[in-house]
């Protein structure tokens, strides 16, 4: 069974830090790029960050750039989002996202919260 499991959620003050970890099982993750994502209530999902297959390649939504930082472990076979200096607008949802270009494969997570408030 295919599965993206996101852990490390939790309420922070602004300020802090929060270290967001997902694993997947039932496939390997060494062949897709893997991102994560954000959504709030009654917007759309938005991109956090990406990381490609080979992690040659990393990209950040401007919003986050300098705070966070996109990982990946393929031995694990789980990704990471370590999140500093956190403001009260990255509260939202976080979900990853595994994709692989060439047959456009795609599973979702299910998402962990994280508040940032005082």
């Known amino acids: 069974q295919v599965q993206l499991v996101e852990s490390g959620g939790g309420l922070v003050q602004p300020g802090g830090s929060l270290r967001l970890s997902c694993a997947a099982s039932?496939?390997?993750?060494?062949?897709?790029?893997m991102s994560w994502h954000r959504q709030v209530p009654g917007k759309g999902r938005e991109l956090v960050a990406f990381?490609?297959?080979?992690?040659?390649?990393?990209n950040y939504a401007d919003s986050v750039k300098g705070r966070f930082t996109i990982s990946r472990d393929n031995f694990k076979n789980t990704i990471y989002l370590q999140m500093n200096t956190l403001k009260t607008e990255d509260t939202a949802v976080y979900y990853c996202?595994?994709?692989?270009?060439?047959?456009?494969?795609?599973?979702w997570g299910q998402g962990t919260q994280v508040t940032v408030s005082s």
């Open positions: 996202k595994a994709y692989r270009t060439y047959d456009t494969t795609e599973y």
């Open positions: 039932g496939f390997i993750i060494s062949t897709y790029t």
């Open positions: 990381i490609t297959a080979s992690g040659g390649n990393i």
